[in-house]
């Protein structure tokens, strides 16, 4: 069965420190790979998907995220963190075919920004 | 602009009360899809809809139902079977699969029901 780990519950970074956030995945083909955003008593915001090709992908907001294959992992990163970027982020996998289509997630990563 | 509306916002509700969710699009997304999310755990499938007068169980459907009359509108009834249905609840939409979809969920704003 598909399904989603991000091992960190929390972490908190500086303002202006390198980011990065962990997803592994379990899935038996071409996962197709997700990352959002939430902002508190929102809802979720896309940063970012992976489908096929360059395994390093652009968001908004200055994030990206590489697909790494042999690490079933799908890390989210951010070279410099503004305080804005506090939110809980989470990591999806897509399960399609057939009847199928919806999106598996991750428990989230909640992150704080310190001045 | 096109996008999910989901209310009310806030929802209290005693104990033994059957509650609806409202969720209506105008992205005209053949697939709809409920959440529910709690601190920790992620977000969870409730039901999903693929076309109208169709839906399917998520992963924790019991004590909720759902209907899919329009295909901008499926609203979500919290039963009283429902134990423990204080939550934040997501609303979300997309294409259908093969039909030009690319992958993600577009969310609702939420509704977060608190039961008293």
């Known amino acids: 069965a598909q399904s989603v780990t991000q091992p960190d519950i929390h972490i908190t970074v500086s303002e202006g420190a390198s980011l990065e956030l962990r997803c592994n995945y379990s899935?038996?083909?071409?996962?197709?790979l997700f990352w959002y955003v939430q902002s508190p008593g929102q809802g979720l915001q896309l940063l970012l998907k992976?489908?096929?090709?360059?395994?390093l992908v652009q968001g908004i907001k200055g994030f990206e995220a590489e697909f790494k294959r042999s690490q079933s992992s799908f890390n989210l990163r951010k070279p410099s963190v503004h305080w804005s970027d506090a939110a809980e982020y989470f990591c999806?996998?897509?399960?399609?075919?057939?009847?199928?289509?919806?999106?598996?997630f991750g428990t989230g990563t909640l992150l704080a920004v310190q001045p | 602009d096109g996008g999910i509306t989901q209310s009310p916002k806030y929802l209290f509700r005693k104990e033994g009360q059957n509650v609806t969710l409202s969720c209506e699009q105008n992205l005209n997304h053949d697939a709809m899809y409920w959440y529910r999310q709690d601190p920790g755990q992620g977000l969870r499938l409730i039901y999903y809809?693929?076309?109208?007068?169709?839906?399917q169980k998520g992963d924790i459907a019991e004590g909720y139902s759902v209907s899919r009359e329009k295909k901008e509108s499926f609203p979500l009834t919290v039963t009283s079977a429902q134990k423990n249905p204080t939550a934040f609840y997501l609303c979300?939409?997309?294409?259908?699969?093969?039909?030009?979809?690319?992958?993600?969920?577009?969310f609702g704003e939420g509704s977060r029901l608190t039961v008293l």
């Open positions: 899935y038996g083909a071409t996962p197709y």
């Open positions: 999806a996998v897509g399960a399609y075919g057939g009847a199928t289509n919806k999106l598996i």
């Open positions: 992976y489908f096929s090709g360059d395994t």
């Open positions: 809809s693929q076309i109208v007068n169709d839906f």
């Open positions: 979300a939409s997309n294409r259908r699969w093969g039909e030009l979809n690319t992958g993600e969920l577009f």
